[in-house]
T-cell receptor, first 112, second 114 residues
Framework: GNSVTQMEGPVTLSEEAFLTINCTYT??????LFWYVQYPGEGLQLLLK?????DKGSNKGFEATYRKETTSFHLEKGSVQVSDSAVYFC???????????FGTGTRLLVSP | DVKVTQSSRYLVKRTGEKVFLECVQD?????MFWYRQDPGLGLRLIYF???????EKGDIPEGYSVSREKKERFSLILESASTNQTSMYLC?????????????FGPGTRLTVL
């Protein structure tokens, strides 16, 4: 079946530090991959996505590259801000379906 | 902007009560979803709907039912609430079942069953 594995948090960083949140997946076929972010007290919102191997999704300084050979979609940001503190979810969806499979989420805490 | 609204942010109910969680979206989306979010488990799909009056079970449908009488509204029903249904419930919608469009989420309803 399909599944997503994320690194456990919380990840605690100082402002301007480099961020990596690891995500690996197991899926049949050729899934699309997503990162969603949940700010405190809010619902999830799409951060970035990639629909095929070697695609790079990017938004708000965050990037993730779809690596089929390592079945990974790691989230990176060169310089985090306090406002990036949130819970980040990696997710996949298989072609032709709208159902998302989520990882367990990784909480990021950024201190000034 | 797409808006997905949920009827309550916080809800407290007693064991055995019938509970209705309402979700409304204002962008004419075909697809609507109900998830529950629990610490360490992420989001799990309860039910989804591709069209009015259509519903399909997700990964954890036991103890829940849904209703979609109008395109913009998707209701989650707990027929007889139990303490293990204490959770955060998130509703989402998306535009087209044939493509992998972004899902838009509501702010969530935190349900406590005593």
């Amino acid at each position: 079946g399909n599944s997503v594995t994320q690194m456990e948090g919380p990840v605690t960083l100082s402002e301007e530090a480099f961020l990596t949140i690891n995500c690996t997946y197991t899926a049949t076929g050729y899934p699309s991959l997503f990162w969603y972010v949940q700010y405190p007290g809010e619902g999830l919102q799409l951060l970035l996505k990639a629909t095929k191997a070697d695609d790079k999704g990017s938004n708000k300084g965050f990037e993730a590259t779809y690596r089929k050979e390592t079945t990974s979609f790691h989230l990176e940001k060169g310089s985090v801000q306090v406002s990036d503190s949130a819970v980040y979810f990696c997710a996949l969806a298989n072609t032709g379906f709208q159902k998302l499979v989520f990882g367990t989420g990784t909480r990021l805490l950024v201190s000034p | 902007d797409v808006k997905v609204t949920q009827s309550s942010r916080y809800l407290v109910k007693r064991t055995g009560e019938k509970v209705f969680l309402e979700c409304v979206q204002d962008m004419d989306h075909e697809n609507m979803f109900w998830y529950r979010q629990d610490p360490g488990l992420g989001l799990r799909l309860i039910y989804f709907s591709y069209d009015v009056k259509m519903k399909e079970k997700g990964d954890i449908p036991e103890g829940y039912s849904v209703s979609r009488e109008k395109k913009e509204r998707f209701s989650l029903i707990l027929e007889s609430a139990s303490t293990n249904q204490t959770s955060m419930y998130l509703c989402a919608s998306s535009f087209d079942g044939a493509s992998l469009d972004e899902q838009f989420f509501g702010p969530g309803t935190r349900l406590t069953v005593l």
